[in-house]
């Protein structure tokens, strides 16, 4: 028999641990994990910015079926402002959101005269920067979890309900 819905997240909220850079929490439809994996202030001596990436995952389960669907979101900022010769300047910036699924594993790392990195251990300064992210850390232990206590994923269409997909 399958865990109950309070079970099932109580499952996956026993997988919290400081050392990890992202949080579960139990949310009304089941359960959130967020994840900001940058937040970094750099400054070099012709230019300056910011880097602010997160990445939530909504896990909506189904007590009465024991399943679960995933809806996920990654949003990333960047500004920065550097000279241009002749005494100018530029500014910009971007933003992207992205929701459905995805498998992302991502990198950087940056050098300047002054970098500053916020996680959940702290804000650390020096002279580099750099993050990595990848959405298998953050899923995989939850289906872990979640498979054991006898939830499985939520068969999406008419193809995945005749076909197992």
Do not use: C
């Amino acid at each position: 028999m399958a865990d109950t819905f309070e079970q099932a997240q109580a499952r996956v909220l026993a997988l919290n641990s400081d050392e990890l850079p992202f949080v579960y929490q139990a949310a009304p439809y089941g359960i959130q994990a967020v994840w900001k994996y940058a937040d970094v202030k750099w400054a070099a001596i012709t230019a300056a910015g910011t880097i602010d990436s997160s990445y939530e995952l909504r896990v909506t389960l189904d007590p009465a079926e024991s399943q679960w669907e995933f809806d996920e979101t990654d949003t990333q900022s960047e500004s920065r402002i550097r000279s241009t010769g002749g005494g100018g300047f530029s500014i910009g910036g971007s933003t992207s959101t992205f929701k459905g699924r995805e498998s992302k594993k991502s990198f950087s790392f940056g050098v300047g005269s002054a970098a500053r990195t916020t996680d959940r251990q702290g804000t650390h300064d020096g002279f580099t920067y750099g993050y990595s992210f990848t959405t298998d850390e953050i899923k995989q232990p939850l289906i872990a979890a979640l498979e054991q206590g006898g939830w499985e994923a939520k068969k999406k269409g008419l193809f995945g309900k005749l076909f197992g997909g």
